[in-house]
């Protein structure tokens, strides 16, 4: 019988999975959404694991076999509806989390008027393409062309 390399078993992923889904990487490629930061930054750092500035297809597939590894919970080696549904809930559960924990800048657990305030600058200022503190038909139009995070 040919030897053929044996298939690494999932659960050895499982350590990477709980990383990556802590920076919230498999699920961001696995959705096609790349994130503020555009298609570089962290999300592919995080994938260059062998540091070598290029994203080979073994670095781009392991997030997605990890998350198949966290998502597989009876182990089976596929995904069933109710699991994906357990780990998608948990992925947006996380990502809630760390959203909120990212405006509550004091981090007492709850937002402030203040940290609120910070929000709607935040959006006003990514609408106010000419920067001169309002909105106009101009900015918003003439920024839709150019973006795509009005269709949030
Ligand atoms: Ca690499
Ligand atoms: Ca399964
Ligand atoms: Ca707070």
Do not use: C, Q, W
Not at 106 to 124: N, Q, T, V, Y
């Amino acid at each position: 019988m040919p030897k053929l390399p044996a298939r690494p078993p999932f659960k050895v992923t499982l350590g990477i999975a709980a990383a990556v889904l802590l920076a919230g990487t498999a699920g961001a490629i696995a959705a096609g959404g790349m994130g503020h930061g555009g298609p570089r930054g962290p999300m592919l750092r995080a994938l260059d694991t062998n540091d070598d500035g290029r994203i080979e297809r073994a670095e781009f597939d392991a997030p997605h076999k990890a998350a198949l590894a966290e998502a597989d919970a009876n182990g089976n080696g596929m995904l069933e509806l109710a699991e994906a549904e357990t780990y998608m809930a948990a992925r947006k559960r996380m990502r809630r989390e760390a959203y909120f924990k990212r405006l509550d800048s004091d981090g007492d657990g709850s937002l402030s008027e203040a940290e609120m305030r910070k929000i709607s600058d935040r959006r006003f200022s990514r609408l106010d393409a000419d920067g001169d503190g309002e909105l106009t038909v101009g900015d918003i139009g003439g920024r839709r062309k150019h973006r795509r995070h009005m269709r949030r």
